[in-house]
């Protein structure tokens, strides 16, 4: 599991650490560093080096280089990796804190890093990196079969993913139908059509009078919700998950299904599964999805600003978490500046 993520020069996050939990949920206002730090891991993964100009913080353009530090805690081994980009190559430091010390340097190409073995799942894990932002109409669009497909970051693929589930593996494909009806109990059935060679879309069928309803004909709400039921039953999850506001578009009713749904990826054993835990990293500004971690503030991570910085700081940190849970929750409280002011006016 990853710590933590120490941000030097990366855009907004000038200097400073995102403590890390198997689940994380980030709250803050708009501009506080949110989406930046789900960022951070694509920039890990080397999908967004081509951009490195883009992602230097203003206040640090002459020393050209940003640093991610990476504090990573296995079954016998706690391992620091530094990662620094300049503009013609990365640069990876590698030290074992616990151990004998090692370190090396290493000028690398774009996509490859070259570490000891004891740090080698750390970066399958960092690799595995997925970061969701939903998109209901590429969740409804029809899917061009292939043998293998993944879960896309916008949610598309998910009816071909659907379509091989029920092939291979259609014991779990079933299940799938019975937590669909758990969550969305006026529906019964996922089913499928063909609309044109190769490819397939899906349906839901109603319970009662069991009228069929296209995917394109799906609430925003209901397409999103079939994502999160889906990601306990994909073939290949990823090892690192980000989502960014995962209650968007939810009915508050579906909101504590949502959080069990996530719990159960990040927390397998606590529902009776033996699977590889996924670390989740979610970002929220919803006041009723912060309202069920009220007893599980060690899992929260405000996102605030102290002048043109932002910095990140655990929830559990502050003495007084009942007052900031009531004031989270009041009306208007994302307005006009409202939650930078609390932020400031609380103290760890």
Not at 58 to 85: P, R
Not at 116 to 125: E, G, K, S
Not at 188 to 215: C, N, Q, V
Not at 229 to 258: F, K
Request: proline letters at 6%; glycine letters at 4%; a neutral charge.
């Amino acid at each position: 599991m990853i710590e933590s993520i120490k941000f030097s020069n990366f855009k907004s996050l000038r200097d400073t650490i995102l403590p890390l939990r198997p689940f994380t949920l980030i709250l803050g206002a708009n501009a506080t560093g949110k989406t930046t730090a789900l960022q951070a891991f694509q920039l890990i993964q080397g999908s967004l080096e081509s951009e490195f100009k883009k992602f230097l913080s203003f206040t640090a353009l002459n020393e050209s280089e940003i640093h991610l530090k990476v504090l990573s805690k296995g079954k016998q081994l706690l391992l620091e990796t530094e990662i620094i980009w300049t503009r013609g190559n990365r640069i990876v430091r590698h030290d074992k804190p616990l151990d004998p010390p090692s370190f090396d340097e290493t000028s690398l190409a774009p996509n490859i890093i070259l570490l000891q073995q004891d740090q080698d799942q750390l970066i399958r894990n960092l690799n595995g990196f997925q970061n969701y932002n939903l998109n209901a109409t590429c969740i409804s669009r029809p899917v061009l079969l292939k043998p293998y497909l993944k879960l896309m970051n916008d949610g598309s693929n998910l009816a071909g993913i659907w379509d091989n589930l029920r092939d291979v593996e259609p014991e779990k494909f079933e299940a799938l139908n019975q937590e669909l009806n758990r969550w969305l109990p006026e529906f019964d059935r996922i089913l499928f059509e063909t609309p044109s060679d190769g490819s397939r879309s899906f349906l839901l069928r109603l319970k009662s009078g069991k009228h069929k309803i296209p995917a394109s004909e799906l609430s925003q709400g209901t397409l999103f919700t079939l994502v999160f039921v889906t990601l306990a039953y994909l073939p290949n999850p990823p090892s690192i998950l980000g989502i960014e506001e995962p209650d968007r578009g939810l009915h508050p009713r579906l909101i504590p299904e949502l959080q069990n749904a996530l719990y159960r990826l990040s927390y397998p054993e606590l529902f009776g599964e033996s699977r590889s835990p996924i670390q989740i990293v979610a970002t929220t500004h919803s006041p009723y999805f912060l309202s069920l971690f009220k007893n599980r503030a060690e899992e929260v991570v405000i996102a605030h600003k102290e002048n043109a910085e932002v910095k990140f700081s655990k929830l559990s940190e502050y003495g007084n978490c009942k007052e900031i849970f009531s004031v989270f929750q009041a009306e208007g409280f994302w307005k006009n500046g409202v939650f930078q002011n609390k932020i400031e006016s609380f103290q760890i």
